[in-house]
């Protein structure tokens, strides 16, 4: 018997990596979709990252009968009070495209045309919670930048990360090479504090083995 965790995401770029950071570490991975829950939709009603992350770990574990890791993230634009925030991923309403939501945000700030007005971060909430509602583990990860005067696209990322460029560099997410990106990015650094608490567990579920 192996620790078995659920990645409880149906975005494929965030799944995509969630699994390279997890690469070298013990625990098996499971998706979504191994426990029939490609249709499951959670209401992300927390007020917080904190808050929406443990909402999708609990209702995650509890469907799929397994610990479950889920995430929260998203952008915050200082210029915008700290907008879209929680409600990144619904950014200009439900059914846009992720190039709208980009343009929507670009419209949004049209008017500062310096690095220094277009400061903004990417914060993540991650938790880990077991079928009966208890949480195992929770970490958070900021990445702070500025927001691009247009879309700086490249082969990686998704979402925003064409329009992010972060702290001490010159490229934006989607430019970055993958092993970069997870080294600084916010769900990187959430994944990295994460991992020693999740190795605890697995240590702890190996060691109630019958012998």
Do not use: W
Not at 126 to 145: M, N
Not at 194 to 209: A, D, K
């Amino acid at each position: 018997m192996t620790f078995t965790l659920l990645l409880a995401s149906h975005n494929a770029g965030k799944r995509a990596e969630l699994s390279r950071m997890f690469a070298g570490v013990a625990i098996t991975l499971r998706a979504p979709k191994d426990y029939g829950m490609e249709q499951q939709s959670i209401a992300e009603t927390g007020t917080t990252f904190a808050e929406n992350a443990r909402l999708k770990a609990v209702a995650s574990a509890r469907d799929a009968g397994i610990p479950a890791l889920a995430d929260d993230s998203g952008l915050c634009v200082s210029a915008l009070a700290g907008a879209p925030g929680v409600h990144t991923a619904r950014f200009g309403g439900i059914g846009l495209t992720d190039d709208e939501r980009r343009q929507l945000l670009l419209s949004r700030l049209a008017a500062l045309g310096r690095e220094t007005e277009r400061s903004a971060e990417f914060c993540c909430a991650v938790c880990v919670a077991d079928p009966s509602g208890a949480i195992l583990g929770e970490s958070e990860g900021r990445c702070s930048g500025h927001i691009a005067l247009s879309d700086q696209t490249g082969p990686y990322g998704f979402g925003y990360d064409p329009l992010f460029i972060p702290a001490g560099f010159g490229q934006s997410f989607a430019q970055l090479p993958d092993a970069v990106k997870d080294r600084i990015s916010h769900r990187g650094r959430a994944i990295l504090a994460i991992i020693p608490q999740l190795e605890t567990l697995r240590i702890v579920h190996e060691s109630e083995r019958p012998l």
